[in-house]
């Protein structure tokens, strides 16, 4: 059974940091892309940012880029996403999400992805 587990949300003040995990389970990583979503209250689940199965393939949201960075460790099934100068916009439920072709679709809008997390509460206070 495939586990995605995400962690290191909460309250941060407009300006700060954050960095959210995603421990991966059930699957053989390597073969996998990884990414984060996000859904706002009312809104729709939006992309963040994919992290290729080889390093040189990364993809962010023009709403992150900048600010956000995507990473993974392979030896511990684990990826990550660094997030700078938060926002009160960026308030959201954050998601992690694993994909063979996560790179290639999330770049056409495709947001069907094979396995999801049930996600982590980021908020951003004024």
């Known amino acids: 059974q495939v586990q995605l587990v995400e962690s290191g949300g909460g309250l941060v003040q407009a300006g700060g940091s954050l960095r959210l995990s995603c421990a991966a389970s059930?699957?053989?990583?390597?073969?996998?892309?990884m990414g984060w979503f996000r859904q706002a209250p009312g809104k729709e689940r939006e992309f963040v940012g994919a992290?290729?199965?080889?390093?040189?393939?990364?993809n962010y949201a023009d709403s992150v880029k900048g600010r956000f960075t995507i990473s993974r460790d392979n030896a511990k099934n684990t990826v990550y996403l660094q997030m700078n100068s938060l926002k009160p916009e960026d308030t959201a439920v954050y998601y992690c999400?694993?994909?063979?072709?996560?790179?290639?679709?999330?770049?056409?809008?495709?947001?069907?992805?094979?396995?999801w997390g049930q996600g982590t509460q980021v908020t951003v206070s004024s």
């Open positions: 999400a694993a994909d063979r072709m996560i790179v290639t679709k999330t770049r056409s809008g495709d947001y069907a992805m094979d396995y």
């Open positions: 992290f290729g199965r080889s390093g040189d393939n990364i």
């Open positions: 059930g699957l053989t990583f390597i073969r996998y892309g």
